[in-house]
């Protein structure tokens, strides 16, 4: 059974940046994508980004040239750097391991962007 925690998030003014970080453990081969999804209230979950083992990047629009994920193979952790948050970024983030059978999921994180 693959457990995520997650660390990082909290309440950030517009312009501000803010880093996640998500910790993998109890998978014995390597996660082939890790990634970030977020949920706004009255809305889905969506992709934000994630990052293959070899690491290929995939990015939804919205988020391009702010956000960037990264991982940590040896650590089974994958992160997510975001600069220049906006209100509309203001959502529960949550980590993802995708082994294309199963997905886990961390618990959440709450972002919030607001003055």
């Known amino acids: 059974q693959v457990q995520l925690v997650e660390s990082g998030g909290g309440l950030v003014q517009p312009g501000g940046s803010l880093n996640l970080s998500c910790a993998a453990s109890?998978?014995?081969?390597?996660?082939?994508?890790m990634g970030w999804y977020r949920q706004a209230p009255g809305k889905g979950r969506a992709l934000v980004a994630r990052?293959?083992?070899?690491?290929?990047?995939q990015y939804v629009e919205s988020v391009k040239g702010r956000f960037t994920i990264s991982r940590d193979n040896a650590k089974n952790t994958v992160y997510l750097q975001m600069n220049s948050l906006k209100p509309e970024d203001t959502a529960v983030y949550y980590c993802?391991?995708?082994?294309?059978?199963?997905?886990?999921w961390g618990q959440g994180s709450q972002v919030t962007v607001a003055s």
């Open positions: 993802n391991a995708d082994f294309f059978t199963r997905v886990y």
């Open positions: 109890g998978s014995s081969v390597s996660i082939p994508y």
């Open positions: 990052v293959s083992s070899t690491g290929t990047t």
